[in-house]
């Protein structure tokens, strides 16, 4: 039976591969998300009863009509997203990482970079108040890219990883600076690498 993602081990988990951190899109990326969806929801539903309040004969039908299709595209696109918000996750391990990313409802695309492999780590906000709340992306390098990297405008190459709406992006991207220093310069200490903690600085340890 295969082995479901958890916090404590994950499907294709090395023998004694340790964990050092589970990196999870923040909560609030899926709220946002669901905001527009219910946005788009009221809109169509406003639009079936402005054109029933035009054709009076059909009023009723039209608006039962759009309820149901508001409702339809609440419920299923809550659903989908918060789907797709639980199967999106990221391992951070002592060997690799680890990426789950969702591409339909059912299926799940698993990509992975050893440290050998990766070159450069950068961070980038999508937008302003994502940097106010200090929530933002990393884009992981391969040795294979052949990106143009800038901070605007980051290009991916297939064997790159990105992942979106990280919480302390920019500590996280810090640690693993770290662990690619260490694991290239002094893999001996890699054992000595403590996992990274989701808190404030000098609220980690």
Known sequence: MAMHNT???????????????????????????MFFLYIIAIVILVIFYTFGKL???????LFIVGVIIAAFISFIGTYILKNSQGRNITYITDRRIVRFEPTTLFATNIRTLSWDEVVK???????????????????IHARST????????????????????????RDLCNYIDKILYTYKQKPKEMNEIRPFVLRPKGERY
């Open 121 to 139: 780590v950068k961070t980038y906000v999508p937008n302003m108040l994502w940097k106010q709340l200090a929530i933002g992306n990393i884009s």
């Open 55 to 61: 054709i009076e004969p059909v009023q009723t039908t």
């Open 7 to 33: 916090d404590t081990g994950f499907y294709g988990q090395q023998t004694n591969e340790r964990i050092l951190f589970v990196v999870k899109p923040h909560p609030i990326s899926a709220n946002v998300r």
């Open 146 to 169: 052949t990106s143009v990297l800038n901070e605007t405008d980051p290009v991916l190459s297939v064997d790159d990883i990105e992942i979106k709406d990280v919480y302390y992006y």
